[in-house]
């Protein structure tokens, strides 16, 4: 959970600084964190 808010905390900062590359690269680096977690949760599971 921590490392979740600390994400959510660096894309608040991106977007309060109105870089537009960085707030992309940020939702696309823990779109692929999130999507990570759940194979390995799914694999983990099974």
Same mark, same amino acid.
């Given at each position: 959970?921590?490392?979740?808010?600390?994400?959510?905390?660096? =894309?608040?900062?991106?977007?309060?600084?109105?870089?537009?590359?960085?707030?992309?690269?940020?939702?696309?680096?823990?779109?692929?964190?999130?999507?990570?977690? =759940?194979?390995?949760? +799914?694999? +983990?599971?099974?």
């Amino acid at each position: 959970m921590k490392r979740t808010r600390i994400g959510y905390f660096s =894309l608040n900062a991106s977007s309060a600084k109105g870089s537009e590359r960085m707030k992309k690269l940020t939702k696309m680096v823990v779109t692929i964190i999130q999507e990570g977690l =759940l194979v390995y949760n +799914y694999c +983990y599971a099974a």
